[in-house]
T-cell receptor
Framework: DGGITQSPKYLFRKEGQNVTLSCEQNLNHDAMYWYRQDPGQGLRLIYYSQIVNDFQKGDIAEGYSVSREKKESFPLTVTSAQKNPTAFYLC???????????FGPGTRLTVT | QKEVEQNSGPLSVPEGAIASLNCTYSDRGSQSFFWYRQYSGKSPELIMSIYSNGDKEDGRFTAQLNKASQYVSLLIRDSQPSDSATYLCAVSGGSNYKLTFGKGTLLTVNP
């Protein structure tokens, strides 16, 4: 089955720790994206990547980092510099930038 | 900065009625328009894409696009309680190819 997987589904961390969220796709899509969603809020773009070994900051990149070493994978690291990391994190991919995006199931991160 | 506006709702309709969800966008050059459905606690799911003026029907869903008025809508016929969700409008093209999402409209279908 083609799709996007994110792991883990739920993640709990102590304040001050870095944490890496996994995103893998087998749709052969070039573009991948990370969004953050807070309760009752819309999607906010953190980082996106149009091709392997290239990525750009989105609207709220501060406190986050990414890598794109393989076409299939786009992991997101939430660093201790992120002031309010507790949120629902969504990974998406599209065949090219601007085309319809398909979302993974999301990772719910709680930092205490 | 491209903007996509949606009424946050909640929009409440009785079961069997037509639900009408609206979206306006600021970039006149936008070319691609999408509707996503997001159930509470879940990720968004693509339900409709539309690229040219007019109507596009898929089952109980109809997307309507009017580029002159910079307006796209989603009609859900014979609404069911299972349609209760937040509906996100997304737009791309024009000044850049990034997909810009609206904040979504919460739809509640009452049995």
């Amino acid at each position: 089955d083609g799709g996007i997987t994110q792991s883990p589904k739920y993640l709990f961390r102590k304040e001050g720790q870095n944490v890496t969220l996994s995103c893998e796709q087998n749709l052969n899509h070039d573009a991948m994206y990370w969004y953050r969603q807070d309760p009752g809020q819309g999607l906010r773009l953190i980082y996106y990547s149009q091709i392997v070994n290239d990525f750009q900051k989105g609207d709220i990149a501060e406190g986050y980092s990414v890598s794109r070493e393989k076409k299939e994978s786009f992991p997101l690291t939430v660093t201790s510099a992120q002031k309010n990391p507790t949120a629902f994190y969504l990974c998406a991919s599209s065949i090219f930038e601007g085309y319809e995006q398909y979302f993974g199931p999301g990772t719910r991160l709680t930092v205490t | 900065q491209k903007e996509v506006e949606q009424n946050s709702g909640p929009l409440s309709v009785p079961e069997g009625a037509i639900a009408s969800l609206n979206c306006t966008y600021s970039d006149r050059g936008s070319q691609s328009f999408f509707w996503y459905r997001q159930y509470s606690g879940k990720s968004p799911e693509l339900i409709m894409s539309i690229y040219s003026n007019g109507d596009k029907e898929d089952g109980r869903f109809t997307a309507q696009l009017n580029k002159a008025s910079q307006y796209v809508s989603l009609l859900i016929r014979d609404s069911q309680p299972s349609d209760s969700a937040t509906y996100l409008c997304a737009v791309s093209g024009g000044s850049n190819y990034k997909l810009t999402f609206g904040k979504g409209t919460l739809l509640t279908v009452n049995p």
